[in-house]
């Protein structure tokens, strides 16, 4: 497939100005490579941090673990900042390195299609313009938009005021009214707490229960910064939070199933017993807190941290609906039991389409060589990459957040280090005078099939002992390719070392291949 331009306009481009984004461009200027451009859908950087405003938003890991390891910030106000202070670090980082003068906002990436006669790629913005560039980096994130369809009947059909986690109306007075909330995700955990005070009554609509422990926040002593500040003591406090997950993920990715499976059983058996008796001596009402206590395991789905949402049902004006939602009407939430909630405000928390399951990816969006399509290629052969940013078939483009990414770490540790895999790949690109870099399909296929083997113990805790449990931990596939199962170490080890030639390397004029 061609288009009307014969040359890249850049030399990279990235797509999205989150934290990966940030990674990614700041990585490339630390190179030395320039000719870049970032386009983002948003009109600021921040990703998530800039589209997500609601009441009580904040991070749910230590401030000091949330941050790049090349700009660490000693000086967090609180030991779990909230959302605007978390935005305004990215944005202070974007200017450190020059990326908002690189960035087109307001610029949404609707087709990524590869020109193989020009080789580059053609991205097709939503304004019906296009860019062009030799490298594709994908920074979009995991959450890669809100669901439009919550899966209730009706949900159009609400005449109040709707309000979104990514779309919060600030000028709408919530005194006195009737709000209901769909969904109890770590939206509505730091949600439901910030405005029950404020509203006249608050009905917290569950399908599932959450796990959601207290979170030890405190604003940060000036000696604490001070401490901070001084060379090596964040990357050590850091490094040591590391070494615990990664001995954990090492546990369930090297221990025999024969081992794993047992332990992994009573495991979830004394945790779903001990947050029982827990959340038992938080909420008053005995069956108010039956119905907050999960039947699965802590790992299933996302577990959140919140001093306040528990303690929250506590008060006279929150009430817990656990019947299921048979409407959404005009005047409110239709339930089973045949009871209508009247509200005057309804807040949808109902979730996002995940980068791991391959409905996310429309066919016909990100086309490569050969017509080869993406979308097409995760629902045949289920979610694959080479070190899970590259894929065959896609020359000169990597993904940040891609199939069996996560490590369990900050997401900043972890999209660090596919960025530095992309930027080590274009180097080497540079460096052998070549055009064209694509990973080598035997090398992508015995990649997949040792970090697929690798995965069996995740799959086993979430595709079987908790396959009850709807989570995006597990995808339609019945796999769990949201986890990298494997410690951080390793995974950053495999982005400095991997051979080099596990890609091909050609030039544009003949196709050739290119020796290093």
Known sequence: MTT????????????????????????????????????????????????????????????????????????????????????????????????????????????????????????????????????????????????????????????????????????????????????????????????????????????????????????????????????GVSATINGVAFVVVDLLLRMVSRSPMRVFRPAADKFDAWMIAGYGWYVRQVVKDPDTAAKLSPGFGVLAKRPTMSTGYLPAYNRENVTLITDPIAEITPTGVLTRDGVLHQLDALILATGYEVFSDPETYTPGTIIGRDGFDLAKFYREEGLQAYQSVSVPGLPNRWTLVGPYSWSGTSWHAFVETTADHAVRAIRETRSRGADVCEVRKEAADAYHRRIYRQAEGVRYYLCELNAHVPTYYRNSQGDSTYIRPESFFAARRQTREFPLDDYRYETADSGASVPG
């Open 4 to 231: 009307n331009i014969d040359y890249p306009q850049y030399e990279v481009a990235v797509i999205g100005a989150g934290p990966g984004g940030i990674a990614a461009g700041a990585k490339l200027r630390m190179s030395g490579i320039d000719d870049i451009v970032i386009l983002e859908r948003a009109d600021d950087v921040g990703g998530s941090w800039h589209e997500n405003q609601y009441p009580g938003i904040a991070v749910d890991v230590p401030s000091t673990t949330y941050q790049y390891s090349f700009a660490r910030n000693p000086n967090w106000s609180r030991f779990f900042a909230y959302g605007p202070e978390v935005k305004r670090y990215h944005a202070d980082i974007a200017r450190r390195y020059g990326l908002y003068e690189k960035t087109r906002f307001n610029s949404d990436v609707v087709r990524e299609i590869w020109d193989d006669a020009g080789k580059f790629w053609a991205l097709h913005l939503q304004d019906g313009s296009i860019v062009t560039a030799r490298f594709l980096i994908s920074a979009i994130g995991a959450f890669v938009r809100p669901k439009d369809d919550v899966g209730i009947p009706g949900a159009n059909s609400f005449r109040g005021k709707v309000q979104r986690p990514t779309s919060w109306d600030y000028d709408y007075d919530m005194a006195g009214k009737a709000f209901g909330i769909i969904g109890t995700g770590a939206s509505a955990v730091q949600i439901v707490p910030a405005i029950a005070p404020e509203v006249g009554t608050l009905t917290v609509f569950q399908r599932t229960p959450v796990w959601s422990v207290p979170k030890p926040d405190f604003v940060v002593p000036k000696a604490m910064k001070a401490a901070l500040a001084v060379p």
